[in-house]
């Protein structure tokens, strides 16, 4: 490959890994972009997870052979298999610089190779039918992070000592394009996480029940709201100061984010200040309302606070037709009012009607209580 080819192929590799979604789409392009730079028929990615001691691997690409997986859940290979991690992918380089490629074949050394290491790869290149190997650590901020890994079929032309040379280069690209996506994670991150609880924030919540109300729209899921007021947060703060304040805040995120495992895939939120949410796709209304309760149950048994005022409104309830994100949030609003205005200490659903359960709707839907007498109930959130 000339050098303008290869000045080709890692502009591409760069390119691929910044126009990825996440880190998965990022892994991807970095193993596709080298093994079509270096002309594999195969690469992989792998991380060097330490406080496990194993080579991790992230995804496979090309030609698979039996048992490999694009994305593998837990394919992975203990360190002490392979002596020439010990030597390059050590916790710093004492000297400086990037740790060199190398490159292993199905017959023994190779160019590039130097003398002393196991042989593992070699025998993982035979038992997959492949000739030969290019292997280049990968190293972000100062650190051993994992290595790049392609290979060629057997019968196929072996790597040469410019190819490990080449794959040092590629691998500093590969380097690059993923410490900028772990910045870009880590800036979603805090873009959509409360700062106090560790919780989703409003943000994600907005942007979550959209996708889940267009699911519903799509296809009849079920979605569910649970609104909650932290009741006594303000008296906490007055007599014992904000610091005892936010620890309060930080129990009920816990006991939320508790009760929120019980619903599959639930996202647990705080909204601002004293409240929060619970956003369910999927979990029937029923099951929804019985997290809700055990949240109601385990906020009455905070040290600290005067329990939570719950307010629930599901899909699968008969609220009317649910078209929109906002009507959802206003009904489970308007429920977490009731409850609060009345010291429930059982949740409020929309849409049901009983001693413990009375129907909430909004201003634009008259409703007829036990007595038989008119009213229009009013949300905190109603236009």
């Known amino acids: ?8 192929a890692v502009v591409a590799l760069a390119q691929g890994m910044a126009a990825a979604h996440g880190s998965h789409e990022a892994w991807r392009a970095a193993a596709v972009g080298a093994c079509r730079a270096l002309g594999g028929s195969f690469a ?36 002490h298999q392979f002596a020439e ?4 992918l050590h916790e710093r380089w004492a000297g400086g610089g990037e740790p060199d490629a190398w490159v292993e074949t199905a017959e023994g050394p190779a160019a590039g190779r130097r003398p002393g290491y196991c042989h593992q790869r070699v025998v993982a290149l035979r038992r997959r039918g492949r ?9 972000l901020h100062g650190r051993a992070w994992g290595e790049l890994y ?16 080449f794959a040092t280069v590629l691998a500093a690209v590969v380097a690059a394009g993923i410490a900028q996506t772990e910045r870009l ?39 569910s709201l649970v609104v909650c007021d932290l009741n006594g947060l303000k008296r906490v703060n007055d007599t014992h100061g904000h610091a005892v304040g936010d620890r309060l805040l930080e129990r009920f995120g816990s006991v939320l984010s508790l009760c929120g495992a019980m619903l599959p895939g639930a996202l647990a939120a705080r909204l601002g200040g004293d409240e929060f949410c619970l956003l369910a796709t999927g979990p029937s209304a029923d099951q929804v309302v019985k997290a809700a309760g055990e949240l109601c149950r385990r906020a009455a ?7 939570v005022a719950c ?4 899909t699968e309830d008969p609220i009317g037709p649910v078209s929109s994100a906002r009507r959802l949030f206003r009904l489970a609003d308007a429920a977490q009012y009731r409850a609060k205005a009345e010291r429930a200490t059982r949740p409020v659903v929309a849409g049901r009607a009983g001693p413990d359960d009375p129907v909430v709707r909004l201003a634009d839907e008259p409703s007829q209580d036990a007595g038989g007498e008119r009213r229009r109930f009013r949300g905190r959130h109603a236009p």
Not at 85 to 88: G, L, M, N, R
Not at 131 to 139: D, R
Not at 151 to 159: I, K, L, T
Not at 189 to 214: K, P
């Open 185 to 223: 994670e880590e800036a979603r991150r805090l873009a959509f996480t409360d700062a106090l609880t560790g919780l989703a924030n409003r943000r994600a919540v907005d942007v979550h029940l959209e996708q889940a109300i267009e699911r519903h729209r799509r296809d009849g899921t079920v979605v």
């Open 1 to 8: 490959m000339g050098e303008d080819r290869r000045l080709v």
């Open 44 to 79: 992989a990615l792998s991380v060097w997870e330490r406080e496990l001691g194993r080579l991790k691997v992230l995804v496979n690409v090309g030609e698979l052979a039996d048992g490999e997986e694009e994305f593998p859940e837990d394919e992975s290979y203990p360190v």
């Open 85 to 88: 991690i010990t030597e390059f």
């Open 311 to 314: 307010g629930v409104a599901s």
């Open 150 to 165: 392609v290979a060629r079929p057997a019968g196929e032309p072996v790597f040469e000592r410019a190819d490990a040379d």
């Open 131 to 139: 000739g030969c190997c290019v292997v280049a650590p990968i190293v």
């Open 301 to 307: 048994e905070l040290e600290l606070g005067d329990g």
